[in-house]
């Protein structure tokens, strides 16, 4: 069965940096896409970063030059590191992974930005 399970999250103070994860299983990780969505309250799901199975990666304007996602095929995780974080990072994060239109997704982890 296949399985995305998320950790890393928390709360964290402004500024700081955050770094989430992601473990794949029941399925072949390194052929897939991943990338990293998060959801604030009250707002719709958004994409922050994905990362192909050629390590090419994307990142949203909103975390753009502060952030990094990676991959390790041989550990079937996912990362995603985030620096100089604030407020309006605080949302539910949801690793992702799809290939040729099967797509998988975690239940989410929280992270909350507050001092």
């Known amino acids: 069965q296949a399985q995305l399970v998320e950790s890393g999250g928390g709360l964290v103070q402004p500024g700081e940096s955050l770094r989430l994860s992601c473990v794949a299983s029941?399925?072949?990780?390194?052929?897939?896409?991943m990338g990293w969505y998060r959801q604030a309250p009250g707002k719709e799901r958004e994409l922050v970063a994905t990362?192909?199975?050629?390590?090419?990666?994307y990142y949203a304007d909103s975390v753009k030059g502060r952030s990094t996602i990676s991959r390790d095929n041989g550990k079937n995780t996912l990362y995603f590191q985030m620096s100089s974080v604030n407020p309006e990072d605080t949302a539910v994060y949801y690793c992702?992974?799809?290939?040729?239109?099967?797509?998988?997704w975690g239940r989410g982890t929280q992270v909350t930005v507050s001092s």
């Open positions: 029941g399925f072949t990780a390194s052929t897939y896409a």
């Open positions: 990362i192909s199975s050629q390590y090419r990666t």
């Open positions: 992702n992974a799809e290939w040729l239109g099967r797509e998988y």
